[in-house]
């Protein structure tokens, strides 16, 4: 795709093992970069990496387009899963609108989950094709809290996507993305 195709929407994946995470976010991003108009950038990374700069290296080639991520056990990229890697996936085109947010898992999971599906209800126009992607952390209990207070807001009828953060199998911490913030013991949502 050229970014003279305008009329169609995109998607593209990009995978890095590089040790330096300036290098491996900025190697993955590029790759999955298809166009100019990135919409959203969802990210999935090994915890070995300094995460704010991975992070940084991502925005430096997709822009101000949303980012949406979490640490993971493994990263699944085109080649298959790999581990000690970060993964970017990007979408793009026109015809379609993201809203991004966060929240922390302090505030309790139903809470958590009606306070985040309420600001991307807010901000999406209703329609007919919706889809609502969460990353919780993986070690906080009660993530059917969460998506009870999602499905509050949502209703049934939006479908519910996502996945609990990883930590390498450590089972310590794990990290979740908002743009360039990273999280610990929260969620981000599209």
């Known amino acids: 795709m050229t970014d003279s195709d305008t009329t169609m929407r995109w998607v593209g994946v990009g995978t890095s093992a590089l040790p330096d995470a300036r290098q491996a976010g900025s190697a993955a991003a590029r790759a999955a970069m ?18 704010p700069v991975l992070l940084s290296a991502i925005s430096q080639e997709t822009g101000d ?65 919706q889809l609502f992607l969460m990353l919780i952390d993986g070690l906080s209990p009660n993530h ?29 911490s794990t990290a979740q993305f908002h743009n360039n913030v990273v999280l610990t013991r929260a969620w981000s949502a599209r």
């Open 34 to 51: 298809h166009s100019s108009d990135p919409k959203l950038v969802v990210v999935f990374a090994s915890d070995s990496y300094d995460l």
């Open 144 to 172: 059917e809290a969460v998506v009870r207070g999602v499905y509050t807001v949502l209703g049934e009828s939006v479908p519910l996507v996502g996945g609990a953060a990883g930590d390498d199998e450590k089972m310590e």
């Open 65 to 129: 387009a949303p980012l949406v991520g979490c640490t993971s056990a493994g990263q699944i990229g085109t080649a298959g899963l790999s581990r000690s890697s970060v993964s970017v996936t990007i979408l793009g085109g026109p015809g379609f609108t993201v809203s991004t947010s966060s929240s922390p898992l302090s505030v309790g999971g139903h809470a958590a989950g009606t306070k985040i599906a309420g600001t991307g209800r807010a901000a999406i126009p209703a329609g007919d094709n």
